[in-house]
Each structure stands twice: as structure tokens, then as C-alpha cells.
């Protein structure tokens, strides 16, 4: 099983800033991708930003020059520093991993989600 922590989330006024971290346990012999995705009630989860075990980087558009991540591999732990927020960034934010196994199975698995809400 692989456990996760995510924290950072909470109400911010738009225009401000928030920092999510989420790290990764447990039965892990790699970790390859890490992400975050975001999802607000009646709608899909939607993609925002992933990032690779060599640090390349991909963001939705909505989000480019606003969002960054970044992991700690050491510490199995991916940040998304989130500046200039806006109300439609108000979501859940789930945070990924495709992680290995010690088994060698490979998967991808959900953190519980951490709520982010903008609003003056």
C-alpha cells in the first residue's frame, strides 16, 4: 500500500498565494511521475500539473506562469507553489504518483485531496 499526506490547502483571498505539499509512503520501490489534478463539484477531474522523476515539468494552460511544482525525490514529496489565484482555481486538489512497488508493480495512486478556496 502506498499512503500519502497532502497539506497547504485552505481559503485564500484571489491575488494571494498558497503552497501544497504532498509526500509519499509506504510500500514504494520507485516513485516516477508525481501530479496534481483539481476537481470542483458536477465536474470532472481535470489535469494541472505533473512533474517527472528527471524534473521535466507539464502544466495545464489555465495555470502556466502562475503555478509551479516541484519534488523533493529524497523525500518523495511534490510542492505546488500557487501564486496569483483566481476563484476558478477553487477546487480539490488531489495530488498523484506512479509509483514501483517493491514487488515491482507499477500503478498510479491518489492522495485524499486537499481543498483549495479563493474567495474575497
Known amino acids: 500500500q502506498v499512503q500519502f499526506e497532502e497539506s497547504g490547502g485552505g481559503l485564500v483571498q484571489p491575488g494571494g498565494s498558497l503552497r501544497l505539499s504532498c509526500s509519499v509512503s509506504?510500500?514504494?520501490?520507485?516513485?516516477?511521475?508525481m501530479g496534481w489534478y483539481r476537481q470542483v463539484p458536477g465536474k470532472r477531474r481535470e489535469f494541472v500539473t505533473s512533474?517527472?522523476?528527471?524534473?521535466?515539468?507539464d502544466y495545464v494552460d489555465a495555470v502556466k506562469g502562475r503555478f509551479t511544482i516541484s519534488r523533493d525525490n529524497a523525500k518523495k514529496t511534490v510542492y505546488l507553489q500557487m501564486n496569483n489565484l483566481k476563484p476558478e482555481d477553487s477546487a480539490v486538489y488531489y495530488c498523484?504518483?506512479?509509483?514501483?512497488?517493491?514487488?515491482?508493480?507499477?500503478?498510479?495512486?491518489w492522495g485524499q485531496g486537499t481543498q483549495v478556496t479563493v474567495s474575497s
Open positions: 498523484n504518483a506512479r509509483v514501483m512497488s517493491r514487488t515491482l508493480i507499477e500503478d498510479t495512486h
Open positions: 509506504g510500500d514504494i520501490f520507485t516513485v516516477y511521475d
Open positions: 512533474i517527472n522523476a528527471r524534473g521535466e515539468m
